[in-house]
């Protein structure tokens, strides 16, 4: 596939706010792309005075009163990170037109994508979510206050009953788009970035590819072995009363082998599991310093176990394991290369935590 640099989002352009009603995916949505466009997320529930969300938990809807001194903290939070020079995304409810335009008042050139979604959906999520002061009963009411933005300039409106993976990934190529004026193709965009929720790829490129296609086929292989391993062995067993007494044995060793590509392949793509929630509330200087640190163990804990891997390597060479009689060597070299492959993995997105913070360019961004 091609590989092509994203044009630098032009700085008048790097203010977004992600609005809809309860239940909409604002703070989740809102969160995976500040996460991937590198930005300063923004959680306008955490403005709301006391009383609003004593309103809201007791079932009373918030008024226009009730949300205007809300509104002020919330221009004043944004003013505040554009002063500091952040991008932000903004996570806003922001359902009346006369909401977004004291907003944009205030921040011009102000961007909304509103996640529409249908109050069935609204009301199953926010119906299925624990621990979160927003009753069920107050949907009726979001929905009779919401006024479409769809009109709107600098204005897009995203399906937001979509998977996840997907409204982060539209909303973002539509702020990266190369117009002001233009709604992304949809189609267009690659579905191997939607199949990666909040995924944050460690780099890109012809490296990358080749990367990929390696390990992809590799676990695609072993997979296949291991099904017609075990499964030949159950029919041989169970229909014909014999059986191959190394498909156990072989398929343990593939396992092996898959866990560790697996765990290579999915660091490369961004794809393990991080805990972000008190790291996306700090300020930019401060998110780079825990990231540094986090990349920084990485390293640590992945050269210490690609150590633990040689010393096993020493310790299998010249053995046989006792079926089959393959060198046990070969269950500790998968082991052995995904460390080390984490480690320089980890030593490359530590360099990325310092370039991130340069307009969003560099070839993180990049659309293979
Ligand atoms: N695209 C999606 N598909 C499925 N579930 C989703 C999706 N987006 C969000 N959710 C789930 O819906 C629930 C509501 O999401 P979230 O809290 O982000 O919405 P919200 O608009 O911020 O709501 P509120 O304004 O009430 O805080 C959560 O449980 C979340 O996991
Ligand atoms: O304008 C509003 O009515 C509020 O902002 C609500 O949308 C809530 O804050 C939100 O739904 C609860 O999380």
Redesign the pocket.
């Known amino acids: 596939m091609q590989h092509i640099t994203a044009p630098a989002i032009p700085a008048d352009r790097r203010t977004l706010v992600i609005m809809?009603?309860?239940?909409?995916?604002?703070?989740?949505?809102?969160q995976g792309v500040a996460h991937t466009l590198g930005w300063r997320h923004i959680e306008a529930?955490q403005f709301h005075p006391a009383e609003n969300v004593e309103r809201m938990r007791a079932g009373i809807p918030l008024s226009d009163d009730d949300r205007i001194h809300w509104l002020d903290a919330l221009i004043e939070a944004m003013q505040a990170s554009q002063t500091a020079g952040e991008s932000f995304v903004l996570?806003c409810?922001a359902l009346k037109q006369r909401y977004r335009d004291r907003l944009r008042a205030a921040v011009p050139g102000l961007q909304f994508a509103h996640?529409d979604i249908d109050y069935a959906t609204a009301l199953q999520?926010?119906g299925?979510?624990a621990g979160?002061f927003?009753p069920t009963s107050l949907v009726d009411s979001q929905f009779a206050t919401l006024e479409s933005p769809a009109d709107e300039a600098h204005v897009l409106v995203v399906d937001?009953?979509?998977?996840?993976e997907?409204?982060i990934a539209q909303v973002c190529a539509w702020a990266r788009r190369a117009d002001t004026t233009e709604q992304p193709d949809m189609a267009e965009i690659d579905s191997a970035n939607l199949a990666e929720p909040h995924a944050d790829p460690i780099y890109a490129g012809r490296v990358a590819s080749a990367f990929d296609r390696l390990t992809d086929g590799l676990m695609a292989v072993l997979m296949g072995f291991m099904v017609v391993a075990v499964f030949g062995n159950v029919v041989l067993r169970y229909a014909f009363g014999t059986g191959w007494a190394g498909a156990e044995e072989l398929s343990r060793l593939a396992f092996v082998w898959l866990v560790f590509v697996g765990v290579a392949s999915s660091m490369r793509r961004g794809e393990l599991m991080r805990f972000s929630m008190l790291r996306d509330r700090f300020p930019l200087a401060a998110r780079r310093l825990v990231d540094s640190a986090s990349w920084l163990l990485v390293i640590a804990a992945s050269l210490l176990a690609a150590m633990g891997a040689w010393s096993q390597v020493g310790y299998g060479w010249g053995n046989v394991s006792t079926v089959v009689g393959y060198p046990v060597v070969l269950g500790m070299l998968p082991v052995l290369g995904s460390m080390v492959a984490l480690a320089v993995l980890a030593l490359v997105q530590l360099a990325n935590v310092w370039r991130r913070g340069a307009p969003i360019s560099t070839p993180l961004n990049s659309l293979d």
């Open positions: 809809g009603v309860s239940g909409s995916g604002k703070t989740e949505i809102s529930d996570a409810s996640l999520r926010v299925g979510r979160h927003m937001a009953v979509q998977p996840r997907q409204v």
